[in-house]
């Protein structure tokens, strides 16, 4: 495998990538760097997890002017928590170059304070589609200047309907620049898009080496309708369950299907689409920390997920095709961890299982389930409890004071304390479930930064 150093990359990325401790290009990025640094357009088959945005990522700050105020590299993006990912990534690799600005524009944010900071143009954006072409029609973005243009998932974009968006877009920036696209799956809406959008694209398809392909094991396992729900209260229990996936196809059932967990004793939480955005927020940090042990969620509201190596992915309903039931068993047994991919599949599902066989080229493995009788009342409870501090960015609170509050006054140890996220009015920390109830008692009487907040636990 090859070092970054036999890239023709500058000294201060190079540096970057030195102190996020990759010591080798991952196979994407060996086979797609190469052509990207040309300038050639590029079409890469990359799965999350495949070190796909450093190698984009690369691509775009080597080409970049940071002395010219101009837009110069705009990344487009299926969901804003996907946009919100890169553009922490991008940040990490530009740290040793001083004075990029980079903005994310996304929808379902206000527009004002994104006009605002527009005022002055940004190297780069990362942005859902229908929002900057949005800018872009206002004029208040200025896509003149664009060497790179980046479509990420873009399978999931077009899947999304951005399709019309992605083509006004690029219609109203640069004609010449560089086209990167990145996809997990290949369908003829890809093939097509690739063909309209980009110019003799080198065309990049990794086949996972052996010692880096993880392990996801698949079950099936067939089950009547009305057993359905008992049986994935069966596949929760156990160490694996502690922190897992459950797909659905559709909206009300995710609902339904987290409270009935949660009234079994998990930790269950529901997240699609129809969730204000600062609940889907709380869910996924939620999920993230470890205070919920089950996350039951559509396909698209999942993308939004930060989370490297899930050791279970459960389909509860069976995937509408192929291409969606990759995507989801993609969940699991990531980074080289092993994992389990669990779909369940009733008698009338059974040809959406035979489709995906067939595409796989391999006989699916089938399980028999046998229900054993529940083992007493809690069962999965999550390790962590999550406490909401009502105060955030705006009233400069860092992570570093919570915990240091939670260290000093509190007197937890750090061993004790999770993750900590910091939004612009409010904070989570994720506590050792058995130590939360002090941690809080503590908190309410002692104060963070000399000031009192409202402090309340989820859950
Ligand atoms: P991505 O596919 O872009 O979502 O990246 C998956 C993860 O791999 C991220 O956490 C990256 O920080 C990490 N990563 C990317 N490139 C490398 C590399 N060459 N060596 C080790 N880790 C990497």
């Not at 160490?239 to 967990?261: P, S, T, Y």
Request: proline fraction near 5%.
């Amino acid at each position: 495998m090859t070092s970054f150093h036999t890239l023709p990359l500058k000294a201060a990325l190079l540096a970057s990538v030195d102190t996020l401790g990759y010591n080798r290009m991952t196979p994407i990025q060996a086979q797609s760097l190469p052509a990207m640094l040309e300038g050639r357009d590029v079409i890469a088959q990359a799965q999350t997890g495949s070190g796909k945005t450093a190698a984009f990522g690369l691509s775009l700050l080597q080409s970049l002017s940071v002395e010219m105020i101009r837009l110069q590299a705009l990344v487009l993006c299926p969901t804003r928590e996907l946009a919100d990912q890169v553009s922490k990534a991008i940040r990490k690799l530009a740290a040793n170059i001083p004075n990029v600005k980079l903005l994310t524009l996304c929808g379902g944010m206000p527009l004002g304070p994104q006009l605002a900071s527009l005022a002055h143009d940004p190297h780069i954006v990362v942005g859902t589609p229908g929002r900057v072409q949005e800018h872009l029609k206002r004029g208040s973005l200025h896509g003149g200047g664009i060497k790179v243009l980046v479509l990420d998932e873009a399978d999931r974009m077009l899947d999304m309907g951005f399709s019309e968006a992605i083509d006004d877009i690029v219609k109203r920036i640069a004609k010449h620049h560089q086209t990167l696209l990145f996809s997990a799956t290949y369908p003829e809406e890809i093939r097509n898009a690739s063909r309209r959008l980009q110019r003799d694209p080198v065309e990049v398809t990794v086949e996972a080496p052996q010692e880096t392909q993880p392990a996801i094991e698949q079950q099936f396992i067939e089950v009547e309708s009305a057993r359905k729900l008992d049986a994935l209260a069966q596949l929760l229990t156990g160490e694996r369950g502690q922190h897992a996936l459950v797909f659905c196809n559709m909206r009300r059932d995710v609902d339904a299907i987290a409270e009935e967990l949660d009234r079994r004793g998990f930790s269950a939480l529901a997240l699609h689409g129809d969730m204000e955005q600062r609940d889907r927020d709380e869910v996924l940090v939620r999920f993230a920390n470890r205070s919920c042990a089950v996350l039951v969620a559509t396909d698209v509201a999942a993308r939004g997920l930060d989370i490297n190596a899930l050791p279970l992915v459960i389909s509860y309903d069976m995937a509408h095709d192929p291409d969606t039931h990759t995507h989801r068993i993609g969940r699991t047994g990531r980074a080289g961890q092993s994992g389990l991919a669990m779909s369940l599949c009733t008698p009338r599902e059974r040809p959406k299982a035979d489709n995906i066989e067939q595409v796989l080229g391999t006989p699916l493995t089938w399980h028999p389930l046998k229900f054993s009788p529940p083992r007493g009342k809690t069962l999965n409870l999550a390790p962590m409890k999550t406490l909401v501090i009502d105060a955030g960015r705006q009233d400069k609170l860092r992570p570093s004071d919570i915990l240091g509050a939670l260290t000093g006054d509190a007197g937890l140890n750090a061993s004790d304390i999770g993750k900590i996220d910091v939004f612009t009015t409010r904070a989570y920390v994720a506590i050792r479930r058995e130590l939360a109830n002090k941690a809080m008692e503590r908190l309410r009487a002692g104060k963070i930064k000399g000031r009192n907040f409202r402090i309340r636990p989820l859950g």
